[in-house]
Structure formats: structure tokens, C-alpha cells
């Protein structure tokens, strides 16, 4: 009998590709008030671009964020919206994550103050509903993206974890 060398049967280490980049618009957000889990805000996503070597297309109007600020000032976020392909598949995407940052960055992001994305950390797990036919591929694979806001504009990188 062969023996089988137990590092091969360990676990595959992650990598990352990226494979396109979301510049989604939006529009002020509207603030639902404080509430004892924190303050609800809801921020329209009004249209968009996404483009990248797996994936081109636009993000249709009507889709919305709806962070949750916690007490401790950190936003857990909670974006659904709908990426209209080239070749004209809608897929729909559903982007939960987190933002961190003081309270100083806080108030510089919330103003539309430009802010280095070093100074804070945002980072989210899209999962994407893609019917079958070439886009079938992303609802069939995990996903993590790094997100910069850019005043009306929130910039996605999105990456494969393969």
C-alpha cells in the first residue's frame, strides 16, 4: 500500500484574484435616528459601473446600504443591489461587511471628506445569485472585497478566494 503524504491532504491556503472593481453611486444617506442596537441608516445606490477581467456590466438604480452604526461607532454593513451584465444577465448581489475606524475618521467619511483607506478599515463578503450561463461562476465561489468611499462614489475591489 502507498502511503499518502499527510501535507497533501492538508487543506488548500486561499488565494486571492482580483477580478473586477464596483464603482457604485449613491446618493446622501437618511438616517432612520438612534435606536438601542445603534442608528440604522439607509443610503440609495441610484447606478454604477463594474468592470474587471471576469466581469463588465452596470449596477442598475434601485439598490440600497443599510449599515447599522453600533454603539461603539462601527458599521456593519448590509448593501443589495443588481450588477446588469454586458451581455445583459442581472445578477443579484447581496454585500454584508464591516467599517472601522476612530471616531475622528467617522465623522471625515460621513461629511464626504475624502479619507485615505489606510486610515480606516472596510471590508466586506459579497455573495452574488447568478442564473446559469457564463456568469454562473460567482455564485459558485466565495468572495471578500476591500471598499474605499469616494465621496457619491464607494470604490469595490473585489477579489476570488480560490
Known sequence: ????????????????????????????????????????????????????????????????????????????IEAHYTIQADDGTLIRVTNRGLRTSSPEVRARLRSGEQVLPSEYYMRAAPVFDAPDGPHRWLSETLFVCSIAPRGRVIVIDVYRVG
Open 1 to 76: 500500500m502507498t502511503a499518502i503524504v499527510a501535507h497533501a491532504l492538508d487543506p488548500v491556503v486561499p488565494e486571492l484574484e482580483k477580478v473586477f472593481t464596483i464603482r457604485a453611486e449613491i446618493d446622501a444617506p437618511l438616517s432612520a435616528g438612534p435606536a438601542p442596537h445603534g442608528e440604522r441608516l439607509h443610503i440609495p445606490i441610484t447606478g454604477g459601473r463594474v468592470d474587471g477581467p471576469r466581469l463588465s456590466g452596470q449596477i442598475l438604480p434601485g439598490g440600497s446600504d443599510w449599515p447599522l452604526i453600533g454603539p461603539d461607532g462601527h458599521s456593519r
